[in-house]
């Protein structure tokens, strides 16, 4: 692709559109946390290859090629991970189950998406269980990043930052496999929090200042981090976080955080990206939608859906025609080196 017809690369979408039988399934499982006698098996799941296509080419891929995306980096849905739920054994199972949905969309769509994995994360249980399945995802399933949930327990905050060593083993391998994590929480189960409207830009906005507040960064010099939902509230109260970052004596936040820390454009009206494209650098910017997610209606000012970012990216007077590449295409494949990788491999 050149620059004036870039790749464009949507790395940030979640199967929320998955068959039906995969939610029986949950809560089948879920009954069976109570009830063990009802616990179901995985082989119980059965959803056809068929049924997959479907799912994927009257939604996903019929919005992408109306809005005109390329590819897209495909995560199992968000509010589904709830690893507030169960044991490990449980979330364990769960995330398997999930991310081998992906990668079965992703070997029937090739061309479109390219997966990322959930971790089998559980309040209270060692970070590090969670590398087999982070393991066998990028080996055995070709996932190019992962989704790192900071908050477990659904809501409360019970786990250590992201900063506290606890994590450190699942950067250790995000580094040798040089695979990015989109910080992105689940389900809200504390009715303080809605968990769209509030509970995910909490998430980002405290993922942000809980890596300001550290030297992560100095221990993992080449970790990276996605921060969805345009960055929470972080970009549009940035000299709140600059005066903060002043005030604790740490470095300018070009150099303490932003050699590893990236936000995507999942801002749903123009506004919000103008101020996002004005405030960040471009390089820090990476091209999303989280399409047919949390916001799925048409916005009655535009009469476009919301979640049609591409439309804002290319209406913003903040960016050149180079800029836009990288938002694009350019950042993405910088970011995600594994997906980059991929593309290479089919001369794109």
């Known amino acids: 692709m050149s620059r004036e017809n870039p790749l464009i ?26 009830d063990p006698a009802v616990m179901p098996k995985v082989s119980d799941l059965k959803i056809s290859d068929d049924e997959l296509r479907e799912s994927i ?20 849905r968000a509010s589904f991970m709830a690893h507030h739920i169960g044991d490990f054994n449980v979330s364990s199972t769960w995330a398997a189950i999930c991310n081998e949905l992906c990668y079965r969309v992703s070997q029937l769509f090739p061309d479109n998406f390219i997966p990322a994995a959930m971790l089998p994360q559980s309040p209270g249980v060692d970070p590090a269980t969670c590398i087999p399945e982070l393991e066998k995802c990028v080996k055995e399933y070709g996932n ?4 790192l949930n900071p908050d477990p327990s659904g809501g409360h905050w019970t786990s250590p930052p992201l900063s506290d060593r606890s994590w450190y083993p699942i950067y250790e391998k995000m580094v040798e496999y040089d695979i990015p994590a989109m910080v992105h929480v689940s389900t809200s189960c504390n009715a303080c929090f809605h968990t769209t409207g509030a509970h995910y830009l909490n998430a980002d906005t405290t993922a942000f200042m809980q890596c300001l507040t550290s030297d992560l960064f100095k221990d ?15 970009p549009y109260h940035w000299g709140r976080f600059r005066g903060l970052a002043q005030e ?16 995507d454009t999942c801002v749903y009206h123009q506004p919000g990206i103008d101020l ?17 997610g949390a916001v799925r209606g048409i916005d009655p000012e535009t009469g476009h859906y919301y979640d049609d970012t591409k439309r804002y990216v290319l209406a913003t007077p903040n960016l050149t025609d180079d800029d836009r590449y990288q938002v694009f295409e350019g950042n993405a494949r910088r ?14």
């Open 220 to 234: 993992f010099p080449t970790l990276k981090f996605l921060i969805p939902h345009g960055g929470g509230a972080v």
């Open 57 to 76: 080419e009257l939604n996903q891929l019929a919005k992408m090629r109306e809005r005109g995306s390329d590819l897209t980096i495909f995560s199992p």
């Open 276 to 292: 996002l494209t004005k405030v960040i650098p471009t390089k820090n910017v990476l091209f999303a939608s989280e399409m047919i």
């Open 144 to 147: 190019v990043g992962i989704n």
């Open 9 to 34: 690369i949507d790395v940030h979408g979640h199967y929320t559109t998955a068959p039906k039988a995969l939610e029986n399934w949950r809560n089948q499982q879920i009954a069976g946390i109570k």
């Open 335 to 348: 970011v995600f080196s594994r997906l980059d990788t991929a593309l290479k491999a089919k001369g794109k």
């Open 248 to 263: 604790l004596k740490k470095p300018l936040l070009t150099e303490h955080l932003l050699n590893n820390i990236y936000f």
